[in-house]
């Protein structure tokens, strides 16, 4: 049997790094915004919808996200018409790769899990989470989105406390020590409860 593990957090608060380390304890991982990635490049399935509603957030046959950031700045509704074309596409990309996983352990590393109802189809759900000094901090060293930009999408998601009281499992980032040791323990609580099923 495979278990199917939703890994969530808000904006910036540890989801690639902790996605990283259940990848390196043997699980197989499926990346949310890796799939996005892939539909926004050049011949990726998302391109000409997107030219065909934002003409001007597609150059040279793939979708450029700084344009579409700004796009996002200025006018609110072009995120909500975005994720109507993103988000069936996202579910397809996991749906394939979970119907091809024979894995113990698959863990899907989905910001917006709760958001779009993904929680449905997992068999229990992680939450990384630091406070949002911390995550603010981290996003904005990044140096690719302003306070006011890294504020809107925030905005957008639901809260980080919601997102943790409805999660199974609660994952602190504050050092990459303790996340990993975490990590392990939830493998292990896991791996119990395949046992004795
Ligand atoms: C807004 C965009 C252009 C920003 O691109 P950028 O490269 O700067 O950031 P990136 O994609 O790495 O996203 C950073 C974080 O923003 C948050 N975020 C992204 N999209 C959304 C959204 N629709 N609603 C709320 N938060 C979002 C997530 O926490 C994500 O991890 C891009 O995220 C996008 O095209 N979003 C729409 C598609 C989508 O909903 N993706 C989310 C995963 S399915
Ligand atoms: N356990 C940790 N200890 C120390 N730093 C961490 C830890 N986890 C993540 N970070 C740092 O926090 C920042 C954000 O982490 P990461 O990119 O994994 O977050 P994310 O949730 O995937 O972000 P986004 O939602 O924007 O895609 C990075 O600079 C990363 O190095």
Known sequence: MTFKLGLTGSIGMGKSTTAQMFAEAGC???????????????????VAAIEAQFPDAVTDGAVDRTALRALI??????????????????????ETFAANQD??????????????GAEKEMDAVACVTVSPELQEKRVLQRGTMTKDQFLAIRAKQMPND???ARSDFVITTE????ARRQVHDVIEQIRGKLSDA
Do not use: M
């Open 103 to 116: 894995s113990e352990i698959v863990v899907f590393d989905i910001p917006l899990l709760f958001e779009t």
């Open 73 to 94: 700045s200025e006018d609110p509704t072009v995120l909500k018409a975005l994720e109507q074309i993103v988000h069936p596409l996202v579910r397809e990309d996991r």
């Open 175 to 178: 050092t990459l020590e303790d």
């Open 28 to 46: 197989a991982v499926w990346d949310a915004d890796a799939a996005v990635h892939r539909l926004y490049a050049k011949g990726g399935v998302a």
């Open 162 to 164: 919601e997102k943790c």
